[in-house]
């Protein structure tokens, strides 16, 4: 939309003041509440909800609550804009999040540079051998060595000068050897009028003869490039917002449309190449599950960088209103700064502003969202990557959200102990009190040889080192520090589960569909060819983790299910397995 289209955007060359006292009138609110209806308006800074939440007011019957906002807002509204833009597109829908925004994907794709050997081959297609055709062509023509034959020759080498300065990555032309070489040197020969030695003419027969039997091939096609491919998928993207993502992806990654094909001269029905189609699809706005579901969110790695979204979308969907809904997330998504990461203070200054502050109680209580999104990422984490511990950027993230879901409980994130001091982290003993309390008794107690009566009491002592020193012992690494020996980090997060036990107690974590599904993914992970040993492992241990909260009939399934799997497993992958596959069956008798 064009901002300057008086009859779209009635704001259009408004300064703030103006735009301010232009909304508050009868015609600007019926503008204000056809945005709000449509959600075609995009906020670039949070305080752009402000007028949009006074007209919400005044329609939902509050009519102190809005004009007590305006009065708030008045002393700033000289310069500061309160107003939102319209646009074209509908705000996102408030349970919506993306790996990557429309200008992200651009970027990323905008550094990507052409294949240096891909364009010589396509300069040698397009320019070199229909040029070498032409040589060929001339020296065989019935009046060779008549004046117009010369003259056309000429022109010929004319053209090869203009051709050789400004095609430059193909150099085949330039090798003497080559059949083209050596014809553009006979007619240059011819031309200038001087008679080419025997050698000369043998090479010239024989290269007419090559050059002949080659033009008879089948030769490849003439197919565009990635780096043009991209062009035209950049100029897709542009259509849309840059700081947003795109509900439908599909147009984006659609081959090469007849209409684009008139208009950039690439073939229609052209594919777009498989690394372009990677980049554009992280722009997708949906569900998170359904991201996860397709593949966008490929590890819980890049699950932690989409995780702020998360408690947006929590935060918003608290609202009983959709055009409200709507709003609220879109303010949180305008918010200044880094969208990819989160920051509590600042999250609490978004909804502490009079516009928030105006909705009263009809904002969602904050502990409860954050206590939804904490949860809800933990669950997805566990049912989409069963067999991958939780990488630090979560386990950051999960931290963060403790604070305003008031819970108790910090989450353990490496490293373990400080690399300088040796002192070791102040969260061990709770992490290892939370998995010594839910464990004890369990396959995992048994399988690891854990006594977790022992490691109960050093937690409730608050007695860090202790537990550090117990976990030296284990690894039979005895006065090795925790800060650097990664068996005894190993034995660490083996009794501590690495947060496993902190998101079932603190964090209600209970998968949909049973602690035996995740079992089952964790030993595909830690079975899969190609699984490194520390991958294999930390699978391995979550495997148990989660055979421990299996009802005794499900544990059983679950271990015949094993057992069954393991009989087909390669025979590398059956012995890699066959002794931590006989201390799990012996735990479990």
Known sequence: ?????????????????????????????????????????????????????????????????????????????????????????????????????????????????????????????????????????????????SAPWRADGAALLTRYRSLAAAHTRCTRHLDPRSNASVLRRALEEDVAGRELPPREAGLVRRAVTAAAAKRGRNRQPDRPTHHELTALVLRRLSAFPSDRGVPDVEPLIAPVSVGEAGESGLPAGTAIPAPVVAVVAGTHDAQLGVLLSRGTIPSAEVLAEVAPQLLITHTAQGY??????????????????????WDAEQHARLTASPWVRALGHRNPDPRTTARAALRTL??????????????????????????????????????????????VSKDLPMAARTAAELLHGTVYERYYGIDYAEVRDLAIAQDPDGIAKLCAVRAGRVGRPLASDPAVIEQAKILTTFNLALLVRYGGVAPQAGWGSLARGAFTAATRPGATAKRSACAWRQLLFFLSLCRAEEQAAVLAWIDAQAGRLPARSAARVALPLAGLRLAAA
Do not use: I
């Open 378 to 423: 933990g669950e997805l984490t566990l049912r989409y990557f069963p067999g991958a511990g939780l990488p630090n950027l979560l386990v950051l993230m999960l931290s963060r959200l403790a604070a305003p879901a008031e819970l108790p409980v910090p989450f353990l994130a490496e490293p373990f102990a400080d690399s300088y001091s040796g002192a």
């Open 320 to 341: 009983a209103d959709g055009s409200l809904r709507t709003l609220m997330a879109a303010m949180h998504r305008a918010r200044r700064g880094n969208l990819y990461w």
């Open 1 to 145: 939309m064009n901002e300057n289209d008086q009859h779209l955007n009635p704001l259009a060359g408004m300064s703030p003041g103006e735009a301010f006292a232009h909304c508050l009138t009868d015609e600007g609110l019926a503008w204000l509440r056809s945005l709000l209806d449509s959600g075609r308006y995009a906020l670039r800074a949070p305080e752009e909800a402000a007028l949009l939440t006074v007209a919400w007011l005044l329609r939902d019957g509050d009519t102190r609550a809005a004009w007590e906002l305006v009065e708030e807002l008045r002393p700033s509204a000289g310069e500061v804009r309160f107003a939102p833009h319209p646009c074209d597109l509908p705000s996102p829908d408030a349970g919506a999040v993306h790996r990557r925004t429309v200008g992200e994907a651009a970027a990323l794709l905008s550094r990507r540079k052409a294949n240096p050997d891909v364009e010589a081959q396509r300069e040698a297609l397009a320019v070199w051998r229909p040029f070498e055709d032409e040589l060929l062509v001339h020296r065989l023509r019935a009046d060779a060595h």
